[in-house]
């Protein structure tokens, strides 16, 4: 299996930046697709980007198109999360996971999880 641990949320105002990282460990790393989700408050857990397992493909939300982007570097064992013009209504707790199935939008398609980072955004 992989272990997954996020990094770099943080509070910012509207309109700023953050870049969030996912570390991974164990099983090879380049051989998952890997994803990022959310979760508000009171609110279920949403899919936000995908990559495949080579970085040749992305999947992202509507609202997140022209706003985030997501990569991965297999060397590093790592993917990023690149969220730019960010809103109020992006906080939430960001979730990196795992899947051994081609990228998809589908949570359930996702076997390892991270524990998230918390993401605020200031109006």
């Known amino acids: 299996q992989v272990q997954l641990v996020e ?4 509070l910012v ?7 969030l990282s996912c570390a991974a460990s164990g099983r ?3 051989s998952y697709s890997m994803g990022w989700f959310r979760q508000a408050p009171g609110k279920e857990r ?3 980007a ?3 397992w080579s970085g040749g ?9 022209r706003r985030f982007a997501i990569w991965r570097d297999n060397a590093k064992n790592t993917v990023y999360l690149q969220m730019n ?3 109020p209504e992006d906080t939430a707790v960001y979730y990196c996971a795992a899947s051994d199935r081609v990228v998809t939008t589908l949570i359930n398609h996702y076997d390892y999880w991270g ?7 200031s109006s």
């Open 7 to 10: 990094s770099g949320g943080g």
């Open 13 to 19: 105002q509207a309109g700023g930046s953050l870049r």
């Open 28 to 30: 090879t790393f380049s």
């Open 46 to 48: 949403e899919f936000v």
């Open 50 to 52: 995908a990559v495949s």
């Open 57 to 65: 493909t992305t999947l992202s939300v509507d609202s997140a198109k």
């Open 85 to 87: 013009s960010l809103k």
């Open 115 to 121: 524990q998230g980072t918390q993401v605020t955004v």
